[in-house]
């Protein structure tokens, strides 16, 4: 039931369950404050869901918040402020703010500038939002904004979400809220709820009354006003000018007004005679277009026409027809108004217009002329003010012979007078002008009215009452009429006083400047003792110049130990020793030692000793001894004479004047300055030995290690990351074949084989940095060669990798020694072997092969004879794999060869293989083509028998690496004392593997064929006889044998 439509028994029947059900959810004796905190809970609910149910209008939620208020209060929550933010999603902004109540009950209306993202996202979550406390967690910015709007700061917020919006609670103290106040709010909201619900439909039913009320209201007034339409109609129907007629379908009038006769001079009856309104139209064609618009438009508006008056003259007049429903009938509204009066009045108006027009545009024109002008003058006036203001500078003149003068308002604020009493006259100008400039200025006037070409300017400095003094830039000319006659002298005053400040400042700085880059020069073309004396005389000339006044300046030179120093410009140095003071300059500027003092201490009178140890002590400091006088002199010193010291970095810089308190603190600063720039010259002097005797060392050293580099018999290499080359020594380049420019265009990664090879190695480099590896390369020519190298990794300081340093060798011959020799070895144990077995097993297989073949001359029983054949078949084939191995091993006798022809043999040997590669596999269904390439090569020293079998093991191996078919190309070619033979074919290839080993004895991929001495034999053949057999196969592509022999000499 709503809460609105309770009443009073109702209510505090409620109150009395809600009671009940208190007393019968009552924890345990050890909770009574929950359940009391239960009860006022409760409580608080009953008296909110009063609030809401007496609620009458939308501003009574504000009482609801109150109660609210209270609630809280009573349920001891601690908080500071409590507000509502409203949360509408169809509106923008989607969050704002109803108010906030603070805890004193006053209501605050805070600006929503911020919070409105994450309040709504709050809502929309539906779960309350504690924080805590923002002096820790600030997710969302709330604790430099709260105390803008609350005027206090805030440590921890509440904000506990409902329909509406969000309920938010706020406290200056950190954790303010427990769970249980959570939980309470959280019921809270709920009624809450209800009370923005309420309000919601208090604010529709206001506004559906607020319609009703204004429905009503149109309603009255659109009754009235009908009613007096009707009668403004009537009035205006029967009194207006315009001819008014309703006519049907046929033209024919049904109703008119008096207007409808006037023009044309007709009674009401003679028109109501007439068939038609069209019976009146003076002009046929005019009728007929009259028609043709009705037809297509369905209207006629303001048409003009002409109509016959009852003395059959026309007059003119706009016809205008709207088709009108009267009582379900349809008819014409017929508007008649006549213009004839208006037609001859148009005529002379437009003639009038017409006249008025041409003037009005020339005055138009003239008047925006003079506006222009008028505008431009007040423009230049204002820029004219706003520059002099700007540039201190103000215009003025005198007119002549009466001297009436006129200032700018910018001269009487360079004067700081009043511009109300007026510019001064000349005797009281001329009081303002400074007394050493007054004469100037005198004169300066009396040129001004003397009669002159062009302008006169001069610079002058005026005294203000308060005793400011500016300086003024004047400028004047004069204005003469047609007659040559002075009527007036015109001119500018501008204070420039800050200009001049400027430039002094800037002359002394320029001054100041100057002589420090002439003392430095003088510094720097020190090559000699005597250039001392003329970087002193620069500085004394430089000191004069910028004002500082004196009498003497001299250079003392303090050793490191301050135990001597000598002196250049003073009476101390006057018996020192030229030939050995720049050996000793270069002492003390390099260890600030002086192997000799001149004259000795010994020698010098107590006078000069104690000068001496004021020198020294002064560069000790590093600071300047200032006497403003001695009275009674050091003996060698006059009465009354100024002395400054100033330290630099190997001594003192000194000069002195016959008069008291001679230097002052500016003069002092100049000096050290000055002594600065010569502990810069002496410190060029150490700079440059040291950077000489550093750059030596450094070359002496880079060429040792060049030529170390050079003439290392590994290669040495640097390279990037990336694979830049920075260094790569003569060595490795001759391991490559790169020159150094064809490598600078390379990566290091271009000579890799394989490339994962290179990236094996920057993956060790990164994990332990260093490597040593063994990688294949290939050279410029083409050919692979076995590299073995270690590889360091340089890093930086962040541990990157920038650049790797190695050296490496090229042990491609090692390797092949290394597997010639395992070979080799191979070949002695197998040799050993088939020496050891041969005889002994032939001796065997002739005792099984003897006895084979008696049992098959002496037997005719066929499984006998079969198995007497496979015996002795097995027998020969031992034989012949004895026979092989044998041949295989033994050495080739060099004496035993001699000059055979190779065209030959391979014919010989295509022609007996024939049966193998040709009818064999055409029985079977496959097709291999033979394809010979002759060079009339010259023949080679060998055996034919020997030769023959190579060529044709090579032919058969192919065949059977061809199950297929294919094709077997063999070519010979001679060049360079060499004859070269090669066996191609297209068979399925070999892999890396079997390639490797296809030429070790007993090896073979034919399983249950061959004995794998076929190509070892051959091998051992081509090598005994002077020449080499190599192999090329890629897997899927064909493999090709490429023997070479030296050509034959006879």
Same mark, same amino acid.
């Given at each position: 039931?709503?809460?609105?439509?309770?009443?009073?028994?109702?209510?505090?029947?409620?109150?009395?369950?809600?009671?009940?059900?208190?007393?019968?959810?009552?924890?345990?004796?050890?909770?009574?404050?929950?359940?009391?905190?239960?009860?006022?809970?409760?409580?608080?609910?009953?008296?909110?869901?009063?609030?809401?149910?007496?609620?009458?209008?939308?501003?009574?939620?504000?009482?609801?918040?109150?109660?609210?208020?209270?609630?809280?209060?009573?349920?001891?929550?601690?908080?500071?402020?409590?507000?509502?933010?409203?949360?509408?999603?169809?509106?923008?902004?989607?969050?704002?703010?109803?108010?906030?109540?603070?805890?004193?009950?006053?209501?605050?209306?805070?600006?929503?500038?911020?919070?409105?993202?994450?309040?709504?996202?709050?809502?929309?979550?539906?779960?309350?939002?504690?924080?805590?406390?923002?002096?820790?967690?600030?997710?969302?910015?709330?604790?430099?904004?709260?105390?803008?709007?609350?005027?206090?700061?805030?440590?921890?917020?509440?904000?506990?979400?409902?329909?509406?919006?969000?309920?938010?609670?706020?406290?200056?103290?950190?954790?303010?809220?427990?769970?249980?106040?959570?939980?309470?709010?959280?019921?809270?909201?709920?009624?809450?709820?209800?009370?923005?619900?309420?309000?919601?439909?208090?604010?529709?039913?206001?506004?559906?009354?607020?319609?009703? %009320?204004?429905?009503? #209201?149109?309603?009255?007034? $659109?009754?009235?006003?009908? @009613?007096?339409? !009707? *009668?403004?109609?009537?009035? &205006?129907?029967?009194?207006?000018?315009?001819?008014?007629?309703?006519?049907?379908?046929?033209?024919?009038?049904?109703?008119?007004?008096?207007?409808?006769?006037?023009?044309?001079?007709?009674?009401?009856?003679?028109?109501?005679?007439?068939?038609?309104?069209?019976?009146?139209?003076?002009?046929?064609?005019?009728?007929?277009?009259?028609?043709?618009?009705?037809?297509?438009?369905?209207?006629?508006?303001?048409?003009?026409?002409?109509?016959?008056?009852?003395?059959?003259?026309?007059?003119?007049?706009?016809?205008?027809?709207?088709?009108?429903?009267?009582?379900?009938?349809?008819?014409?509204?017929?508007?008649?108004?006549?213009?004839?009066?208006?037609?001859?009045?148009?005529?002379?108006?437009?003639?009038?217009?017409?006249?008025?027009? %041409?003037?009005?545009? #020339?005055?138009?024109?003239? $008047?925006?002329?003079?506006? @222009?002008?008028? !505008? *431009?003058?007040?423009?230049? &006036?204002?820029?004219?003010?706003?520059?002099?203001?700007?540039?201190?500078?103000?215009?003025?003149?005198?007119?002549?012979?009466?001297?009436?003068?006129?200032?700018?308002?910018?001269?009487?604020?360079?004067?700081?007078?009043?511009?109300?009493?007026?510019?001064?006259?000349?005797?009281?100008?001329?009081?303002?002008?400074?007394?050493?400039?007054?004469?100037?200025?005198?004169?300066?006037?009396?040129?001004?009215?003397?009669?002159?070409?062009?302008?006169?300017?001069?610079?002058?400095?005026?005294?203000?009452?308060?005793?400011?003094?500016?300086?003024?830039?004047?400028?004047?000319?004069?204005?003469?009429?047609?007659?040559?006659?002075?009527?007036?002298?015109?001119?500018?005053?501008?204070?420039?006083?800050?200009?001049?400040?400027?430039?002094?400042?800037?002359?002394?700085?320029?001054?100041?400047?100057?002589?420090?880059?002439?003392?430095?020069?003088?510094?720097?073309?020190?090559?000699?003792?005597?250039?001392?004396?003329?970087?002193?005389?620069?500085?004394?000339?430089?000191?004069?110049?910028?004002?500082?006044?004196?009498?003497?300046?001299?250079?003392?030179?303090?050793?490191?130990?301050?135990?001597?120093?000598?002196?250049?410009?003073?009476?101390?140095?006057?018996?020192?020793?030229?030939?050995?003071?720049?050996?000793?300059?270069?002492?003390?500027?390099?260890?600030?030692?002086?192997?000799?003092?001149?004259?000795?201490?010994?020698?010098?009178?107590?006078?000069?000793?104690?000068?001496?140890?004021?020198?020294?002590?002064?560069?000790?400091?590093?600071?300047?001894?200032?006497?403003?006088?001695?009275?009674?002199?050091?003996?060698?010193?006059?009465?009354?004479?100024?002395?400054?010291?100033?330290?630099?970095?190997?001594?003192?810089?000194?000069?002195?004047?016959?008069?008291?308190?001679?230097?002052?603190?500016?003069?002092?600063?100049?000096?050290?300055?000055?002594?600065?720039?010569?502990?810069?010259?002496?410190?060029?002097?150490?700079?440059?030995?040291?950077?000489?005797?550093?750059?030596?060392?450094?070359?002496?050293?880079?060429?040792?290690?060049?030529?170390?580099?050079?003439?290392?018999?590994?290669?040495?290499?640097?390279?990037?990351?990336?694979?830049?080359?920075?260094?790569?020594?003569?060595?490795?380049?001759?391991?490559?074949?790169?020159?150094?420019?064809?490598?600078?265009?390379?990566?290091?990664?271009?000579?890799?084989?394989?490339?994962?090879?290179?990236?094996?190695?920057?993956?060790?480099?990164?994990?332990?940095?260093?490597?040593?590896?063994?990688?294949?390369?290939?050279?410029?020519?083409?050919?692979?060669?076995?590299?073995?190298?270690?590889?360091?990794?340089?890093?930086?300081?962040?541990?990157?990798?920038?650049?790797?340093?190695?050296?490496?060798?090229?042990?491609?011959?090692?390797?092949?020694?290394?597997?010639?020799?395992?070979?080799?070895?191979?070949?002695?144990?197998?040799?050993?072997?088939?020496?050891?077995?041969?005889?002994?097993?032939?001796?065997?297989?002739?005792?099984?092969?003897?006895?084979?073949?008696?049992?098959?001359?002496?037997?005719?029983?066929?499984?006998?004879?079969?198995?007497?054949?496979?015996?002795?078949?097995?027998?020969?084939?031992?034989?012949?794999?004895?026979?092989?191995?044998?041949?295989?091993?033994?050495?080739?006798?060099?004496?035993?060869?001699?000059?055979?022809?190779?065209?030959?043999?391979?014919?010989?040997?295509?022609?007996?293989?024939?049966?193998?590669?040709?009818?064999?596999?055409?029985?079977?269904?496959?097709?291999?083509?033979?394809?010979?390439?002759?060079?009339?090569?010259?023949?080679?020293?060998?055996?034919?028998?020997?030769?023959?079998?190579?060529?044709?093991?090579?032919?058969?191996?192919?065949?059977?690496?061809?199950?297929?078919?294919?094709?077997?190309?063999?070519?010979?070619?001679?060049?360079?004392?060499?004859?070269?033979?090669?066996?191609?074919?297209?068979?399925?290839?070999?892999?890396?593997?079997?390639?490797?080993?296809?030429?070790?004895?007993?090896?073979?991929?034919?399983?249950?064929?061959?004995?794998?001495?076929?190509?070892?034999?051959?091998?051992?053949?081509?090598?005994?006889?002077?020449?080499?057999?190599?192999?090329?196969?890629?897997?899927?592509?064909?493999?090709?044998?490429?023997?070479?022999?030296?050509?034959?000499?006879?």
């Amino acid at each position: 039931m709503n809460d609105a439509k309770k009443t009073k028994a109702q209510l505090i029947e409620e109150l009395t369950e809600l009671r009940r059900q208190v007393s019968e959810h009552r924890v345990s004796e050890n909770e009574p404050r929950k359940s009391q905190r239960r009860e006022i809970l409760w409580e608080v609910q009953y008296r909110l869901r009063s609030a809401v149910a007496k609620m009458q209008r939308s501003d009574d939620i504000q009482h609801v918040l109150s109660v609210l208020r209270e609630g809280l209060r009573q349920l001891e929550i601690s908080f500071q402020d409590c507000g509502i933010n409203l949360v509408d999603p169809h509106r923008d902004p989607a969050v704002r703010s109803l108010n906030s109540l603070g805890r004193e009950g006053e209501w605050v209306l805070p600006e929503q500038a911020w919070g409105q993202d994450f309040v709504l996202q709050m809502w929309k979550d539906g779960v309350p939002v504690y924080r805590r406390d923002l002096a820790t967690e600030d997710t969302f910015n709330e604790r430099n904004n709260y105390p803008k709007y609350f005027g206090h700061p805030v440590r921890s917020v509440l904000d506990v979400p409902f329909a509406y919006g969000t309920l938010a609670i706020n406290s200056k103290e950190p954790d303010a809220f427990t769970e249980g106040d959570i939980a309470d709010l959280t019921r809270l909201t709920m009624v809450l709820e209800e009370g923005f619900r309420r309000r919601e439909d208090l604010d529709k039913l206001e506004k559906r009354n607020q319609e009703l %009320r204004r429905e009503i #209201t149109e309603h009255i007034q $659109v009754e009235n006003a009908l @009613r007096e339409s !009707e *009668e403004r109609y009537r009035l &205006l129907f029967e009194n207006t000018s315009v001819g008014i007629g309703i006519a049907d379908l046929q033209g024919h009038l049904i109703t008119f007004n008096d207007a409808m006769l006037r023009p044309g001079g007709h009674s009401r009856e003679e028109i109501g005679k007439i068939d038609s309104i069209a019976d009146l139209y003076f002009d046929a064609d005019k009728r007929a277009e009259a028609l043709i618009l009705i037809r297509d438009q369905g209207f006629l508006h303001q048409h003009e026409m002409q109509f016959k008056c009852k003395d059959g003259t026309p007059y003119d007049a706009l016809l205008s027809l709207q088709p009108v429903q009267i009582q379900g009938q349809s008819c014409w509204q017929a508007t008649v108004e006549d213009i004839t009066a208006r037609k001859r009045t148009e005529g002379q108006l437009k003639e009038n217009e017409r006249l008025l027009n %041409r003037l009005y545009e #020339t005055a138009q024109e003239e $008047v925006a002329q003079r506006r @222009r002008a008028e !505008e *431009e003058v007040k423009n230049a &006036l204002e820029m004219l003010h706003d520059s002099q203001e700007a540039a201190s500078i103000g215009a003025w003149w005198v007119t002549v012979p009466d001297e009436e003068i006129y200032w700018t308002p910018e001269i009487f604020r360079i004067f700081d007078i009043d511009s109300a009493q007026g510019p001064l006259s000349t005797e009281e100008f001329l009081g303002y002008i400074y007394p050493e400039d007054l004469d100037l200025v005198q004169q300066k006037i009396q040129e001004q009215r003397a009669e002159f070409d062009g302008s006169i300017k001069y610079s002058y400095r005026i005294q203000l009452p308060n005793g400011e003094i500016k300086t003024l830039e004047h400028i004047g000319r004069q204005i003469r009429d047609a007659a040559d006659e002075l009527i007036r002298t015109t001119g500018t005053i501008q204070d420039i006083t800050d200009r001049r400040q400027v430039e002094e400042t800037l002359e002394e700085e320029y001054r100041s400047h100057d002589a420090d880059n002439a003392i430095r020069l003088a510094v720097a073309s020190i090559n000699e003792p005597q250039d001392l004396e003329r970087v002193l005389a620069e500085v004394s000339i430089q000191l004069t110049q910028l004002g500082v006044i004196h009498d003497d300046c001299s250079l003392q030179i303090v050793t490191g130990d301050g135990t001597g120093f000598f002196t250049v410009g003073s009476h101390l140095s006057e018996s020192a020793d030229w030939s050995r003071f720049w050996d000793e300059l270069h002492c003390v500027a390099q260890d600030g030692t002086l192997s000799f003092r001149h004259p000795p201490d010994e020698e010098l009178p107590e006078e000069l000793l104690r000068e001496k140890q004021m020198v020294i002590n002064v560069w000790k400091k590093r600071t300047f001894r200032y006497e403003p006088c001695t009275p009674e002199g050091l003996g060698f010193v006059p009465p009354g004479m100024t002395i400054v010291d100033v330290a630099f970095s190997h001594g003192t810089l000194a000069i002195n004047r016959k008069q008291p308190h001679a230097f002052g603190a500016e003069d002092i600063a100049l000096l050290q300055r000055f002594a600065q720039i010569i502990s810069e010259g002496f410190q060029r002097v150490l700079d440059i030995t040291e950077r000489k005797q550093t750059e030596e060392t450094l070359r002496e050293s880079e060429e040792k290690l060049r030529l170390l580099v050079e003439r290392l018999p590994i290669g040495v290499t640097h390279n990037t990351p990336d694979g830049q080359f920075l260094v790569y020594n003569p060595h490795a380049q001759n391991m490559t074949g790169y020159t150094l420019q064809e490598l600078s265009a390379m990566k290091a990664q271009d000579l890799y084989v394989h490339p994962e090879d290179r990236k094996d190695l920057l993956r060790n480099l990164e994990e332990k940095g260093e490597h040593t590896y063994e990688y294949p390369l290939r050279r410029k020519d083409g050919r692979e060669i076995i590299v073995r190298g270690t590889t360091r990794a340089i890093k930086n300081s962040e541990g990157e990798l920038i650049e790797l340093q190695g050296y490496s060798e090229d042990i491609t011959e090692r390797r092949k020694m290394q597997r010639e020799l395992i070979r080799l070895e191979r070949l002695r144990a197998v040799g050993e072997l088939s020496a050891g077995v041969s005889h002994n097993l032939n001796n065997i297989l002739t005792s099984v092969l003897g006895p084979a073949q008696l049992l098959k001359r002496k037997t005719d029983d066929p499984d006998l004879l079969r198995e007497a054949d496979d015996i002795i078949a097995s027998t020969c084939r031992a034989r012949d794999l004895v026979r092989e191995l044998h041949l295989s091993v033994r050495n080739v006798e060099e004496e035993s060869l001699f000059p055979v022809s190779v065209d030959l043999v391979v014919q010989q040997a295509v022609q007996t293989s024939r049966p193998r590669w040709k009818d064999q596999p055409e029985a079977q269904g496959v097709s291999i083509e033979m394809v010979t390439e002759w060079g009339g090569v010259p023949p080679i020293r060998g055996t034919d028998v020997g030769l023959h079998a190579i060529f044709t093991n090579l032919i058969f191996n192919a065949v059977d690496a061809m199950p297929e078919g294919g094709m077997i190309t063999i070519r010979t070619e001679g060049a360079d004392g060499q004859v070269q033979i090669t066996f191609s074919d297209t068979g399925m290839g070999m892999d890396e593997e079997t390639r490797r080993r296809v030429f070790e004895p007993f090896f073979t991929t034919k399983m249950n064929v061959g004995t794998g001495l076929g190509l070892s034999t051959a091998y051992n053949t081509v090598t005994g006889w002077g020449g080499t057999m190599e192999v090329d196969s890629t897997p899927g592509e064909g493999t090709k044998f490429t023997l070479r022999f030296p050509a034959s000499q006879s």
